[in-house]
């Protein structure tokens, strides 16, 4: 897929997830960007994205999982920077009980480690 594509392959989701966590276009439309509100229905949203995408078991983000989906899913010229970060932003999430809050932190670790190369809807 071109980045284009999974772009639009996750706006799937993301048009799932946001008035499930009654979020707006506003508190989320931006993420890509760097902008994460620390909001726990934001929180949330996040995990619900990726819980649609089949990278979450037991309520916490799984490495082996993602880099299934990233080989799957991901252009060719992202996939080994992508998983490079991943490896190292998935373990964030164990500072946090809560896992919404710690799919965020992963999340925005993934979004601070390489900002070009990360993609969210």
């Known amino acids: 897929m071109t980045r284009e594509q999974l772009k639009k392959t996750l706006t799937v989701m993301k ?18 960007q760097g902008v994460f509100i620390a909001e726990h229905n934001v929180m949330c949203y996040i995990a619900c994205v990726y819980k649609l995408t089949q990278v979450v078991k037991n309520d916490r983000l799984n490495k082996e999982s993602i880099t299934k989906q990233i080989d799957i899913l991901y ?12 490896a190292d932003c998935v373990e964030v999430q ?28």
Request: with cysteine; net charge neutral.
């Open 15 to 32: 048009n799932q997830c946001m008035p499930k966590h009654r979020v707006t276009n506003e508190k989320v439309g931006k993420i890509e």
């Open 94 to 121: 164990y500072k946090y009980d809560d896992p919404c809050e710690g799919i965020f932190y992963s999340t925005k670790c993934l979004y601070e480690a390489d900002p070009p190369n990360f993609i969210f809807p």
């Open 75 to 86: 252009p060719q010229e992202l996939k080994e920077s992508v998983k490079r970060n991943v």
